[in-house]
């Protein structure tokens, strides 16, 4: 989703008007049952798949079946993402209610005390062996899919490639965290296995993209960028391949076994 504004081009001396998009982004009040759970500012699309993302990763729903409905409201400051859960999954928010202003910019905002961090918890991951040639495939066929990123050059990607590398979803969002949880809101809604490919995003690879990862069971994670020294202790505790400062002639394997 993008809206218009003008981009003067120089051509010898004379200015040239032409028009250019520019990522929206607004303010969105994700609420459970009736009780404002957190605001995110973020791309206002896909919003069904953010909702199930998130409500995984963040451990509010155990399976995509924890969700009955999800709707969207117009409100004068901005948006309200209103999920309906099962009972016992409401009642779970309302016992761990938290203030927290979510940005763009970081996953954990918000938190009280250190004990609340997310995490995934620790269970087998998609048992992943990366191929090179199926990672080197995958980042050449991204930038096909980043309709919004090609006219806006503003916001992040995260995919789902298959084992050989063949890009067979993607989500786009101002966030990075959000792209990422919406994505596996549609991997979850498609009902796709996590040992049929790996993760690719076009962000750094901190500490909740990882948990993120885990949370939806995914052996592998590729990122554009570098991880941070969290990401890489989590990676390794949960048994996940990490490949970082991924390009086309040339990837870093941080952790986990690719092969030769």
Request: proline share 5%.
């Amino acid at each position: 989703m993008a809206v218009e504004t003008t981009t003067l081009r120089f051509d010898g001396t004379n200015p040239q008007a032409a028009p250019r998009a520019v990522a929206v982004e607004v303010p969105v009040n994700v609420v459970y049952g009736t009780v404002p759970y957190v605001v995110m500012m973020m791309t206002p699309a896909d919003f069904e798949d953010f909702a199930v993302g998130f409500s995984l990763t963040e451990g509010i729903a155990r399976t995509r079946a924890d969700i009955r409905r999800v709707w969207v409201t117009q409100e004068p400051d901005g948006l309200r993402l209103m999920v309906d859960l099962v009972a016992e999954r409401l009642h779970w928010v309302l016992s761990r209610r938290r203030a927290m202003s979510g940005r763009t910019s970081c996953g954990v905002c918000g938190i009280e005390d250190l004990a609340t961090l997310p995490r995934a918890a620790q269970r087998p991951l998609a048992n992943m062996c990366l191929e090179p040639t199926a990672v080197q495939r995958a980042l050449l066929g991204l930038s096909a899919h980043q309709t919004l990123n090609d006219a806006t050059r503003a916001v992040h990607a995260a995919a789902w490639a298959g084992q050989s590398g063949e890009i067979a979803c993607v989500r786009e969002d101002v966030g990075r965290h959000n792209a990422l949880d919406k994505l596996i809101g549609a991997l979850l809604t498609r009902q796709t296995h996590p040992d049929s490919g790996f993760f690719l995003v076009t962000s750094r690879c901190s500490y909740e993209m990882v948990e993120k990862a885990a949370a939806f069971g995914a052996g592998a994670l590729v990122a554009i960028s570098a991880p941070t020294s969290l990401g890489l202790e989590r990676a390794r505790h949960h048994g996940m391949t990490l490949v970082g400062v991924a390009r086309p002639d040339a990837i870093t394997i941080f952790c986990g076994s690719m092969h030769e």
